[in-house]
């Protein structure tokens, strides 16, 4: 099973950009999926998770400013951020559950400049 992460990069406050985490090599749906985040010097967080029945959870800090969704024929998950602000510059990684083992992806950088 491999998670590819995309759609990170340099973006000024107030901007926007949209995550893509595609899971392959597995034919089975994800019990969830997540993003989590790790800014220099700080522990990870959890950002956001979309699980399979389509239930989302955020964490405070993003919420109404980050939308997570997936495309099931895709077998992909999305973390379209919007309102940008400079602490959510971070490493964001994508985390899937299947079955009982969760797989990770290899991070991808967001740097939010003001």
């Known amino acids: 099973v491999q998670l590819v992460e995309s759609g990170g990069g340099l973006v000024q406050a107030?901007?926007?950009l949209r995550l893509s985490c595609a899971v392959s090599g597995t034919i089975i749906r994800p019990n969830a999926?997540?993003?989590y985040r790790q800014a220099p010097g700080k522990q990870r967080e959890l950002v956001a998770a979309i699980v399979s029945g389509g239930s989302t959870n955020y964490a405070d800090s993003v919420k109404g400013r980050f939308t997570i969704s997936r495309d099931i024929a895709k077998n992909t998950v999305y973390l379209q951020m919007n309102s940008l602000k400079p602490e959510d510059t971070a490493v964001?990684?994508?985390n899937?559950?299947?079955r009982s083992?969760?797989?990770g992806g290899q991070g991808t950088q967001v740097t939010v400049s003001s």
Do not use: F, P
């Open 14 to 16: 107030g901007g926007s």
């Open 33 to 35: 999926v997540s993003w």
């Open 92 to 94: 964001y990684y994508c």
């Open 96 to 98: 899937a559950d299947l």
């Open 101 to 103: 083992t969760r797989y």
